[in-house]
């Protein structure tokens, strides 16, 4: 088994490439390590340009709740352009990006799975509390991309599985702040429950948005 991760630095990012690793060949990009910005399409395309083969797993682990030192609104008032376009470049446009360059990596002649790390609070149907504009609606329209994208795969990539996964709240400096007491699960369990999850899927589930359980999540 071959896989590819970006955003291998973060802590599920991390995580997975440790797992991986036990299952085979895998490659991490990441900013720190590679340069790779994902808000930046030439820094996308020339990151997985360079990559050769095909990789049976494609993980996008990229992402951020608080950004540029702005953390979630809890009003309307808060919100600003600003803030807004930082959360849609970061959370939905980057990983469109590897989207974009990345499925020529995925091989034609078998499954190949590629997620995508969404959040819960991403859900329109679930979304009873408010707050959090813009990290909701970013990972709704990351949501939404993947969708799509995957209608688009299926036409070249027929076993492909292209998926959104809430990963549960995991102990990372995404937001340690923002847990409201939640209890949050260690990096590594968190990424051998999406490994979990992601094994249990097949060409049939493709476009979907799961749960660390393996739930279905309301769009």
């Known amino acids: ?5 970006v955003g291998a630095s973060g802590g599920i990012g991390a995580a997975l490439v440790d797992a991986l690793g036990a299952r085979g060949e895998v ?4 900013r720190t390590q590679d340069g790779l ?7 996308v395309a020339a990151a997985l340009g360079r990559l050769e083969g095909v990789f049976d797993l494609v993980v996008v682990a990229t992402g951020a709740l608080v950004i540029g030192g702005v953390g979630p ?4 008032k808060a919100v600003t352009a600003e803030a807004l376009a930082a959360q849609f470049a970061l959370n939905a446009i980057g990983p469109a990006l590897v989207m974009k360059h990345g499925l020529r990596l995925l091989p034609r002649d078998r499954v190949a799975r590629l997620a995508v790390l969404s959040a819960r609070v991403g859900s329109i149907g679930d979304n009873a509390l408010g707050g959090w504009y813009g ?3 970013a990972k709704a329209a990351l949501n939404q991309i993947l969708r799509t994208a995957s209608v688009e795969a299926t036409r070249t990539h027929p076993q492909s599985v292209l998926v959104s996964l809430h990963p549960g709240t995991v102990e990372t400096a995404l937001a340690p702040a923002h847990r409201a007491g939640h209890p949050a699960m260690p990096p590594a369990e968190a990424a051998e429950h999406l ?3 992601l094994d249990g899927l097949g060409p049939a589930d493709t476009g979907g948005f799961y749960d660390w359980q393996g739930k279905v999540v309301p769009w």
Request: charged fraction near 30%; glycine fraction near 4%.
């Open 1 to 5: 088994m071959r896989s590819l991760v």
């Open 195 to 197: 490994l979990r999850v």
């Open 37 to 43: 910005d994902v808000t930046d399409e030439a820094s």
């Open 73 to 76: 609104e809890k009003s309307l």
């Open 135 to 137: 990290y909701r609606a």
């Open 27 to 30: 490659v991490g990009l990441s």
